[in-house]
């Protein structure tokens, strides 16, 4: 009896060190990079350059979103230096970043002349 206690007890803390150092790389990995080095880090992790490719492509894509033009470049020249030279995906994001990011800038300057 003192056994199978035992035992239990062992299995339900080998099972709480198990899921919650599985939640600690969950969450290590589902965690948003919030610069293109923490990205590129990241996907250092990955173990083919066609998913550090689709990551970063990814991830580049997001801070697209976000409208953080600077690290989508830097991603997207990344992509295209070290990974995938013709990656058609990395030069339109780059050429969608670069287009954006001139813009913002003109709005700025536009915003400062106006002040």
């Known amino acids: ?8 007890i062992a299995m339900i803390l080998i099972c709480g060190l198990v899921f919650s150092g599985c939640g600690w790389i969950k969450e290590k990995f589902e965690k948003e990079p919030s610069t293109a080095k923490e990205a590129v ?6 173990d083919t350059v066609e998913k550090k490719t689709q990551y970063l492509l990814d991830q580049a894509d997001a801070f697209m979103n976000r409208k953080d033009f600077q690290e989508s470049i830097k991603l997207s020249k990344y992509i ?8 058609k995906e ?3 994001l780059l050429r969608k970043a670069q287009s954006a990011m001139a813009v913002q800038l ?5 915003e400062k002349e106006a002040q």
């Open 80 to 87: 295209l230096l070290r990974l995938d030279d013709g990656s």
């Open 41 to 46: 880090d990241i996907s250092e992790t990955l």
């Open 1 to 8: 009896m003192n056994r199978t206690v035992s035992t239990f």
């Open 106 to 110: 003109q709005m700025q300057q536009e």
């Open 90 to 92: 990395a030069s339109s």
